[in-house]
């Protein structure tokens, strides 16, 4: 591969589990003139050692790592992006999950495109995050979009009084230590607690804390 010399030569790694995509996916990219591919992983160990010593700008990397979890990859996203601060995380993956999207976002990713994506939007995609820009294909900003959107609602949605239940209720609190808490009673508090799950469509007092946790309130 020639480049010019005033070309930014953007470095890549990759890390999959699959080696024949590494070897598809490093094909594909080092056809372009200013991408080079300096190192691969397949596990979240050997990947952090190769980040450390390859110091690439961008780290493509799918969420699915092993046989044993789907989510590895959020794991890494979140160590890599606390040791190398400046390092631009794209994840490239077959999930199209709302809430993955936004726990890749939150555990440091700057990118989410998923692995049908054509050759030249993934290439668009790595050279915006190379310039510290975000990228994220249609179908995951979309997803962004709408759990962003579903979060403002939610927040609307539940008074001041009815968070601070909702965050005791996290706390693990039963009706009467809420009451005690707000200096309300406890009939008081089970209404409020019955108002909140009514508002997040939830039938149990767990399950509104883990939809709750997924829209960001607590």
Not at 72 to 77: A, D, M, N, R
């Amino acid at each position: 591969m020639t480049v010019d010399a005033t070309t930014k030569v953007i470095r890549l790694a990759l890390v999959d589990d699959h080696a024949i995509l590494r070897q598809g996916l490093r094909a594909v990219l080092e056809r372009e003139h200013d991408l080079v591919v300096v190192g691969e992983a397949s596990t979240e160990p050997e990947a952090e050692a190769m980040v450390a010593g390859t110091r690439p700008d961008v780290v493509l990397l799918d969420l699915k790592l092993s046989a044993g979890s789907e989510f590895e990859g959020l794991s890494l996203c979140t160590k890599l992006s606390a040791a190398h601060p400046g390092i631009g995380l794209l994840v490239l993956t077959t999930f199209l999950d709302e809430d993955l999207v936004v726990r890749a976002v939150h555990a440091g990713a700057r990118g989410y495109v998923v692995k049908d994506v054509d050759t030249t939007e993934l290439v668009r995609a790595i050279r915006a995050i190379s310039s510290g820009e975000s990228a994220f294909d249609s179908r995951s900003a979309a997803a962004v979009v709408r759990s962003m959107n579903g979060r403002t609602e939610a927040r609307q949605q539940l008074t001041e009084r009815e968070m601070e239940v909702l965050r005791l209720l996290a706390a693990g609190l039963s009706n009467n230590k809420i009451g005690e808490k707000l200096y309300i009673s406890a009939t008081t508090a089970k209404f409020h607690v019955s108002n909140i799950m009514r508002k997040l469509d939830v039938g149990r007092r767990a399950e509104a804390v883990y939809a709750a946790s997924k829209r960001g309130l607590i």
